[in-house]
């Protein structure tokens, strides 16, 4: 019979264990997890770039519904687990009584919150999950918000640069004399403290934090010298203590974490616990490295096999981009040791060995850290580094004589040397995985032995290895760049243009280092929307940076004239609007005019000086631009509807009219065309359009990612919706959904493949706050966008684009 | 008769936009006159070496404009085309006196008698 294991806690742990014992023996246990967060496992590591919006949480989600649908996992999240009863066998919480043969613990642990007055405000976080991260972000939504970060440690800094990110205006508030003073020398710490104070982020050091004032909500903090610092948000990064208040309460042997043997055997038979919650030989961990370790061995454990886990040494790196940072082993000093430092001030390097008898006891690197894995191999080994003292600060690269190369460092690690520190995975491990799988790819490593797959820190040193291994067959670049200006692809431009709040071309390209001095004809354009898209009111546009069509407001054509394509709202004119095109056409003497597949007028063959002319002529009849020339929306074709036909439905034409009246002069990262039909006929071609709406009885059916130009592809169909409203309330909101997280000339069709029709669904139809929301950053910025740039243009705006500079006539006077 | 070089007030700097140009016209044929992003003028035949395409319409960037049919590249400086693209725009040469931009055409002149 299959033994029933029951889970308390969906921490990274845990998730680790789970891994190793379905690998092992699939089937062997009915797995329940318990979690007293609302989501699974994910890798908690990665909060930092999440909040510092490098990231999006999906991206760190580490297992997810498929995962613990094919392992059968009864999966009890947002459930916390309230008591063991140890002689039942059973674990309880809101669901009642679950039993279990087996049972880890693995429930982590808490953060300390100091305890002074106003602790218990709102606005007071800790920085511990993925609440804790969306209470900040909603804080650094507000302009000028404040935010004060108590602790200057490993998480207090992460989380303060990552809100200096956003764009808060942060303090940092440390109790002792540096920052990170348990893995930082005074040196270090001080250079740390240099590099954030000139990203604009405050640091108070030997700041004794008295109170956090307030009334209903967390507005400053007092220190004890009477300094007030203001607050929207007080983050607590003091310190964590481990969650042992189920074991305590069960009576297993607690001292300062559940104490365990090196099975992880807890006093109590058949419960095993494992994480930060545990102590294991006096020792209480908070690196995930040794996490693993025992997740590693409990899973054997469990199975009745056998293993232990040994105590190990931890190195540190700070996730804050930019900042290199690494340390280990302990560095204080003492009468038996000695020292080795090299500074270089203008690189804004600081390293510095301890040693004792010619062996490495600790090392602090500053600035340059990509020796970090050869000390700390070397510390972990207690090699005797007699022979290479000389030279040994400066890295592994300078042995031997040897030219400053990375790839030839790599090459030289030893075997057994640790590239991934989180994970523990060696060198051989990698390079083994690599030959034997034929892996590719660095996410292909990633998958099959976890290394970088945590914090990511060492993926300079996977890729070096794969570099190493495969040759020239690695092409490191695992997303496609934008163009050869950068090595980012477009997502991660988008994300870092909001996190870094770039507000400009040359902004974006200096922040995110671009190779050429400004740009090229593909990433200028899209940078440009990119921009337009996020900051509506604050951007300007940059017409050079626009394709001549979107510059000029008209399609240029293979002799160099132009088109010119009137709106006509829904397709539907009049006899007015008609004569003021002929009139149009016989003044100007305009070679050709053409009904177009969109359901309009395009007068073709215009030479580019008449056409602010033409304009202006059209702008009396009422005409505005059709922007048959933008990446915007283009048109909304429509059929009679019931208003003419005898199976209309709706009022197909009026939707139609009323969508492109709403729509029109917004800016899309390609084309948007649309299309209403009266009835299931479909004589509007809807189930083509990027958005397309058929009409029935019993209401409106919205069709959305289709195609009928390069492709040819059917809509999908988003959902059904009762009123016309709500109709034109979904179409704003997924266009806007799609104009905030397309890349630049990808079509809704294809967008809407890499998203996910459900994921769009969800959002837009299920869930009414998001959807509310994008349809109102699609009217806010159609308050800067619904200009008609004819009219502009008529009345003088760019006049410098319609008439030469100058003409010149060289005959010799006479 | 001699060849003669005669250069041609046309504007200032400023009648340019920055990572722009404006056209000169001379009798039939169209000259664009570019300025990059560091205020360096340049003077080409308006007239892609691939099929016509008119380059002051054209995205300028780092000293080369891209044209607007079909993206050939073209230096600004050469008026070679760039990359695999095989082709040349005849280029004119350009002085900047303060902010006054002069072209330079050559002619071909009856010599004064
Ligand atoms: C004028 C028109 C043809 C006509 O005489 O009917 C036309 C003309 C052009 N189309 Fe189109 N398309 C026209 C309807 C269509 C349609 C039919 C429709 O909209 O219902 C399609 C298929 C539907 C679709 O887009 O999925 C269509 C699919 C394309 C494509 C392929 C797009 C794709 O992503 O697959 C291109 C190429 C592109 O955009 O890169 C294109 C590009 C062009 C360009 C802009 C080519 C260019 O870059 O110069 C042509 C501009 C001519 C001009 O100066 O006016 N045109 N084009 C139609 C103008 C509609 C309007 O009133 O705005
Ligand atoms: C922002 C941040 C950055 C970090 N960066 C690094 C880093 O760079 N390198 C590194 O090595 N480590 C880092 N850490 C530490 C690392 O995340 C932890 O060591 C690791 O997550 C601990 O794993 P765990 O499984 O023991 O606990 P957790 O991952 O905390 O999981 C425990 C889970 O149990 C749940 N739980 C608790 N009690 C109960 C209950 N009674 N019933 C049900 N569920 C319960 C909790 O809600 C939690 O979800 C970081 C931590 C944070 C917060
Ligand atoms: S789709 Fe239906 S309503 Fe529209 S014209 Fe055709 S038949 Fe009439
Ligand atoms: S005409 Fe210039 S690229 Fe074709």
Known sequence: ?814 | MTKTMQWAAIGRLEDIPRRGARCVKNGGMTIAVFRTADDRVFALEDKCPHRGGPLSQGIVHDGCVTCPLHNWVISLESGLAQGADEGSTVTFPVRLEGDRILLGIAAVAEEAA
Not at chain 1, 6 to 12: D, H, I, P, Q, S
Not at chain 1, 169 to 182: A, C, D, F, I, P
Not at chain 1, 243 to 260: C, M, P, S
Not at chain 1, 414 to 425: F, K, L, M, R, T
């Open chain 1, 1 to 814: 019979m299959t033994q029933k294991l029951v889970v308390v806690g969906a921490g990274m742990a845990s998730g680790r264990m789970l891994e190793h014992l379905f690998e092992a023996a699939p089937g062997a246990f009915d797995v329940t997890l318990f979690g007293a967060e609302p989501r699974g496992n994910y890798n908690r590591i990665m909060l930092s770039p999440v909040l510092a919006g490098e990231k999006t949480f999906d991206q760190i989600v580490t297992h997810d519904g498929d995962w613990y649908a094919a392992h059968d996992v009864a999966c009890r999240f947002g459930e916390t687990v309230t008591r063991i009863d140890r002689k039942a066998k059973v674990v309880f919480s809101r669901g009642g009584e679950t039993p279990y043969d087996k049972l880890v613990i693995a429930t982590g642990s808490a953060p300390f919150i100091i305890p002074i007055a106003g602790r218990d405000l709102p606005g007071v976080r800790a920085f511990r999950d993925l609440d804790d991260v969306e209470a900040m972000v909603a804080a650094a939504k507000k302009p000028n918000a404040k935010a004060v970060v108590v602790g200057g440690g490993l998480l207090g800094l992460e989380a303060a640069a990552a809100l200096r990110l956003r764009g808060m205006e942060v303090v940092v508030l440390h109790l002792m004399g540096h920052l990170m003073e348990r893995q930082l020398d005074p040196a270090a710490g001080y250079l740390l403290q240099k590099e954030l104070e000139g990203r604009g982020i405050k640091i108070h050091c030997k700041a004794q934090t008295k109170a956090v004032l307030g009334t209903d909500r967390a507005e400053a903090v007092l220190l004890e010298d009477g300094t007030i610092y203001p607050a929207d948000i007080v983050v607590m990064a003091v310190g964590i203590r481990p969650e042992v208040r189920l074991a305590t309460d069960a009576g297993l042997y607690v001292e300062r974490g559940i104490v365990v043997d090196d099975q992880l055997m807890t006093s109590e038979p058949d419960i095993l616990a494992i994480g930060e919650c545990v102590e294991h030989e006096r020792i209480c961990y908070g690196l995930v490295a040794p996490l693993y370790d025992m997740a590693k061995v409990a899973a054997k454990t469990l199975l009745g096999e056998k293993a232990a886990f040994r105590p190990v040494e931890t190195a540190t790196q700070l996730k804050v981009t930019g900042v290199n940072l690494y340390s280990a082993g302990d560095f204080a000093d003492a009468p038996d040791r000695e020292e080795i430092v090299l500074r270089d001030a203008s690189a804004g390097i600081y390293k510095r060995l301890v040693l004792k008898e010619n062996h490495i006891l600790g090392a602090v690197l500053y600035g340059e850290t990509a020796d970090g894995a050869w000390f700390f191999d070397m510390l972990r080994k207690n090699t005797d580094v007699s022979e290479m003292r000389e030279t040994l600060i400066f890295g592994q690269a300078y042995q031997g004589g040897g030219k400053l190369d990375p790839m030839a460092a790599v090459a030289a690690l030893p075997d057994d040397a640790e590239i991934c520190g989180c994970n523990g995975v060696c060198k051989s491990k990698i390079v083994g995985a690599i030959t034997e799988k034929s892996l590719t790819t660095l996410d292909g490593v990633r998958a099959h032995t976890k290394a970088s797959a945590s914090c990511g820190t060492c993926t300079g040193l996977v890729e070096q290895l794969m570099k190493l291994t495969l040759g020239d067959a690695y092409n490191p670049a695992a997303v496609t760049p934008m163009c050869g200006c950068t090595d980012l692809g477009h997502d991660d431009v988008r994300r870092l243009i909001k996190a870094k709040g770039l507000k400009t071309i040359p902004a974006v390209m200096q922040e995110l280092e671009w190779k050429t001095s400004c740009g090229c004809a593909k990433c200028r354009p899209a940078l440009n929307y990119y921009l337009v898209c996020d900051w509506p009111d604050e951007y300007a546009d940059d017409y050079q940076s626009r394709f001549i069509n979107e510059r000029v407001h008209a399609n240029i054509q293979k002799d160099g004239t132009y088109s010119v394509v009137p709106r006509m709202w829904g397709g539907v004119t009049s006899a007015k609007e008609l004569r003021a095109i002929a009139d149009v056409v016989d003044r100007f003497e305009i070679p050709m005019v053409k009904v177009t597949g969109g359901q309009r007028i395009d007068m073709l063959g215009i030479k580019k000086e008449d056409l602010p002319e033409v304009w202006a002529e059209l702008g009396k009849a009422g005409f505005v631009s059709g922007h048959a020339y933008a990446k915007g929306l283009r048109t909304v074709k429509t059929c009679v509807g019931s208003h003419w036909c005898r199976f209309g439905t709706q009022d197909s034409t009026g939707l139609g009219i009323r969508i492109e009246k709403f729509m029109w002069g917004s800016w899309t990262p390609a084309k948007v065309k649309m299309a209403v039909s009266g009835c299931p006929r479909n004589c509007a071609e809807a189930t083509c359009k990027d958005v397309g709406v058929i009409c029935v009885d019993s209401g409106y059916e919205i069709h959305f990612a289709g195609a009928a130009g390069l492709d040819i592809k059917g809509t999908e169909k988003l959902g059904l919706v009762r009123t016309e409203n709500e109709a034109l309330e979904v179409i704003v909101a997924l266009t806007q959904m799609y104009r905030e997280q397309a890349r630049y000339l990808e079509r809704i069709y294809k967008w809407a493949k890499r998203i996910g029709y459900d994921e769009i669904r969800r959002q837009i139809l299920d869930d009414l706050e998001k959807r509310r929301a994008f349809y109102d950053r699609f009217v806010f910025s159609q308050k800067f966008a619904q200009v008609d740039p004819w009219s502009e243009r008529a009345s003088g705006k760019d006049k410098h684009e319609f008439k030469p500079m100058a003409t010149l006539s060289l005959e010799p006077a006479e």
